[in-house]
């Protein structure tokens, strides 16, 4: 490790501990606090590897998502016995692969109101476009499994209308792009190792992951179904 990657790792390891905090107090499991730093120091240590200055970021910046990451594809590596937290780690953690692409896409540019508007509402139909997939169980046919916490009768109708379209939707991909959703979404795989599945590297796979949730987004969009 060279000396400016042991200085960045150093001064990050405060956001990872603050970031495994956050995350042990939010998830509704009993983990250990020192497996999130844990895993929190990995993503820390692929951050500063990988980190460039003249792109103009803070590294903290830079950081915050990969550390997350990180935390959150070791959940995912646990043993979990709900089916509904297991649906909410894979939303987290695809969700925060979004937030990342994004931010690494947009750190070097000066954002002007009309483009930081237009940024927000894509990122907001892909994430919702995440949540969608991350609720659809393929091992059950595609079924949703929804409940609307305020008793809305029609919330669950219109939410398996939703992922019904969707289900159209990936079909209608090409082969690598639905097989990559299918490792992610309904076999429990990060995106990284989704991505070595398919003999992608990280960086590409991370963008084809946006690429794809834009896709699927305009899909939905062109049949009325904007956001959840």
């Not at 997939?133 to 929804?146: A, H, L």
């Not at 794809?212 to 904007?226: A, C, F, H, N, P």
Request: glycine share 8%; no cysteine.
């Amino acid at each position: 490790m060279s000396d400016s990657t042991a200085e960045l790792v150093s001064e990050g390891r405060a956001l990872v501990r603050s970031i495994a905090i956050r995350i042990f107090r939010n998830i509704p499991v009993r983990v250990d606090l020192d497996d999130l730093i844990a895993y929190g120091e990995l993503g820390l240590m692929e951050a500063a590897r990988d980190f460039d200055e003249e792109k103009g970021a803070q590294f903290t910046t830079f950081a915050y998502y990969r550390i997350q990451g990180a935390i959150y594809d070791g959940l995912a590596k646990m043993t979990w016995t709900s089916r509904a937290r297991l649906r909410r780690i894979k939303y987290e953690r695809a969700a925060n692969a979004v937030m990342m692409q994004d931010a690494d896409a947009n750190s070097n540019k000066a954002l002007g109101e009309e483009a930081s508007g237009e940024w927000f509402a894509k990122t907001a139909q892909k994430l919702s476009t995440v949540y969608m997939m991350s609720e659809m169980d393929d091992s059950e046919g595609g079924s949703y499994d929804f409940e609307d916490p305020n008793g809305d009768v029609t919330g669950p109708v219109f939410h398996k209308e939703a992922s019904d379209q969707l289900r159209k939707a990936v079909e209608k991909l090409p082969y690598a792009e639905k097989r990559l959703i299918s490792l992610v979404y309904f076999e429990g795989y990060t995106l990284q190792d989704a991505g070595e599945q398919l003999g992608y590297s990280k960086s590409w796979t991370s963008r084809l992951h946006a690429r794809i949730l834009e896709t699927l987004s305009r899909d939905l969009q062109k049949l009325g179904i904007s956001h959840l």
